[in-house]
């Protein structure tokens, strides 16, 4: 069983720009959540995805967007890229069931530096 | 509105001391509460988690819905210890995405 990945480690890109990043889940996981994660501050829910649908959306504008796979390894793209865009990207995987039973396994982030 | 409140940006305590990193919540319904950890240059994990009621590295928690606290507590802190830690909550219901506060960086003096 492999654990979550995400890929890049760091990138930096300019204000305008557009940016992809990547996340794999954890094996037999069909939701993902991504979070922002600024400096200084805990991670802010973005959005989830599950089984390849948007399931809840964080208070984030629509130039955040996403896409989950079927093999459940998904998708954040950011467009226009704003200064505050800079932050670290946390994708977490899960399994949905009973309560207790759900529980979220991180990845370890990209770094996104907007300049 | 959903707001998880952690106090402290930083607590340091000396070894064998014991250690509580506060966390207040707001929450319209029955929260399910959690502790992250976040170690040097790991990614974050789950500590613990009310529901399941156990304790995890000599840490426990808590839940006072009169106070609406879950703060986190071990006896004797261990110098491992040392890392960023997160309280969170969430709906009850399967799915429900994770509200964080901002953390508290625990650093534990030999």
């Known amino acids: 069983e492999t654990g979550v990945t995400q890929s890049p480690t760091h990138l930096i890109k300019t204000r305008g720009q557009q940016v992809t990043l990547r996340c794999s889940s954890q094996?037999?996981?069909?939701?993902v959540s991504w979070y922002q994660q600024a400096l200084g501050q805990g991670p802010q829910f973005i959005f989830q995805?599950?089984?390849?649908?948007?399931?809840g959306r964080g208070n984030f504008p629509p130039r955040f967007s996403g896409l989950q796979f079927p093999n459940y390894s998904s998708e954040l793209n950011v467009n226009a890229l704003e200064l505050d865009d800079s932050a670290l990207y946390l994708c977490?995987?899960?399994?949905?069931?009973?309560?207790?039973?759900?529980?979220?396994?991180f990845g370890p982030g990209t770094r996104l530096t907007v300049l | 509105a959903q707001r998880v409140t952690q106090p402290e940006k930083l607590l340091s305590v000396f070894k064998g001391a014991p250690v509580e990193l506060k966390c207040n919540y707001s929450y319209s319904g029955s929260p399910e509460l959690f502790w992250y950890v976040q170690y040097s240059r790991q990614r974050l994990q789950l500590l613990l988690r009310?529901?399941s009621r156990e304790s995890i590295k000599g840490f426990t928690a808590d839940l006072n819905k009169g106070e609406t606290s879950f703060h986190l507590k071990k006896p004797f802190a261990q110098e491992e210890d040392s890392a960023m830690y997160y309280c969170a909550l969430s709906g009850l219901s399967g799915n429900t995405p994770l509200v964080f506060g901002k953390g508290t960086r625990l650093s534990v003096i030999a």
């Open positions: 977490a995987s899960s399994l949905p069931g009973l309560a207790g039973d759900d529980e979220q396994f």
């Open positions: 009310h529901i």
């Open positions: 995805y599950y089984r390849e649908e948007e399931n």
């Open positions: 094996s037999g996981h069909n939701t």
